[in-house]
């Protein structure tokens, strides 16, 4: 099949195209920079992630350079959460990448679809993406615009980091954001303080937009939204937010500690590392795990407590006397309950019901200060 390139100016690049060394099979998803195709690898015979750049910012030295950064600074990073780059290169279509292809669907997707995630589910996502971000800021490069787009989750509760296109290395941050005046760099919803009033940002400014995702995923709506840039700007430089505690009262108070932490308009009251987010994460896992096990064992003790007294009934000694119908009736009677469960086989039901959370979201598919208040949730 013959490809042409689309005259309005957007990129629509018919199924059967050959961009490069891959053929394109059907069209994923439109980005800031580019569009996103599902392709084959002859070469390998599988399937991939095409991410085609826009024609018209191709056309833009800087943003063609930006492109081309992205595929080098996220093939330099190995983790099992950050999306994998396998090719870059220019083609009669513009700039292209070829990255993994994940089989799950974007954050924002599920919330739109399904509304707010299980605290535990959308808490395992925070400590997936902090973790691949540690990675990332141990390298020397900051995100810049972690948003639900950028987060894919597939059923089994695997995430992955998606579009490095907005990152740079610290060095270049600063340079860059002044450069470019005119261009907001980021996801306004999702982007911190700093970053609206053209400020050096650093790795809290990821922690402060992965807060914005954690937000969102547990209300299912984002904290700050506005038609006007310049009223959006204000409300977010100064934290104008209903409290948490009144608009979701369900809400572990943990949970809500976590998010009023990692969204601190001030960076330096925010967590100081992406480690730091995953530990705070990983801990008040801990903590609702052991709330909802203690729920199960409370389940149980009625049924056992009874189990328990017929048991002791049975154990007394034989009288010389038969028991009455009644007195037989009465020991018959009592339910035989199942034993208290042990702690594995309750770890395994807790777990089957963390997955069948999920999977009720996704379907089944196939393929300073701020590190005190850390330590204190």
């Not at 392709?39 to 991410?51: E, G, I, N």
């Not at 220019?90 to 070829?98: E, I, L, P």
């Not at 695997?158 to 270049?172: C, K, P």
């Amino acid at each position: 099949m013959m490809a042409s390139e689309d005259t309005t100016g957007t990129l629509g690049l018919a199924a059967g195209t050959r961009v490069g060394a891959y053929t394109i099979t059907e069209r994923i998803a439109v980005g800031g920079m580019g569009v996103v195709y599902k392709a084959h690898d002859p070469a390998l015979d599988r399937l991939v992630a095409l991410k085609v750049m826009h024609p018209a910012m191709a056309r833009l030295p800087e943003l063609a350079t930006r492109f081309l950064w992205e595929a080098q600074a996220v093939a330099r990073l190995e983790h099992p959460n950050i999306v994998r780059i396998y090719a870059a290169g220019k083609s009669r279509f513009g700039y292209y990448m070829a990255m993994q292809l994940f089989n799950g669907d974007s954050l924002a997707k599920i919330i739109r679809t399904h509304g707010p995630l299980p605290p535990e589910v959308a808490l395992r996502v925070v400590k997936q993406v902090a973790s691949a971000l540690q990675v990332a800021h141990r390298a020397g490069i900051v995100h810049r615009d972690i948003n639900s787009n950028n987060i894919m989750l597939n059923s089994a509760c695997v995430a992955v980091v998606t579009d490095f296109g907005l990152s740079e290395t610290r060095d270049t941050l600063s340079r860059l954001a002044k450069e470019s005046e005119d261009y907001f760099l980021g996801t306004p919803e999702y982007a911190s303080p700093e970053q609206w009033q053209n400020e050096d940002v650093d790795e809290r400014t990821d922690i402060y937009s992965l807060g914005v995702s954690l937000y969102e995923m547990v209300v299912g709506q984002l904290p700050y939204v506005s038609e006007e840039m310049a009223d959006l700007a204000t409300i977010v430089a100064h934290g104008l937010r209903e409290p948490l505690a009144g608009l979701c009262p369900h809400l572990p108070a943990s949970v809500i500690a976590l998010i009023d932490v990692m969204m601190e308009p001030k960076s330096t009251d925010r967590m100081r590392s992406a480690i730091d987010v995953e530990r705070t994460a990983d801990r008040i896992i801990a903590s609702l795990r052991a709330r909802l096990a203690g729920v199960e064992a409370a389940e149980y003790a009625p049924a056992a407590a009874a189990q328990a007294e017929a048991n002791a009934v049975r154990r007394r000694p034989s009288q010389p006397a038969a028991p009455s119908h009644s007195t037989a009736t009465r020991v018959l009677a009592v339910p035989k309950a199942p034993a208290k469960p042990g702690v594995r086989a309750m770890c395994h039901k807790l777990g089957s019901k963390l997955r069948a959370a999920v999977k009720r979201f996704i379907g089944p598919r196939g393929g300073g200060d701020g590190a005190r208040k850390a330590a204190a949730l």
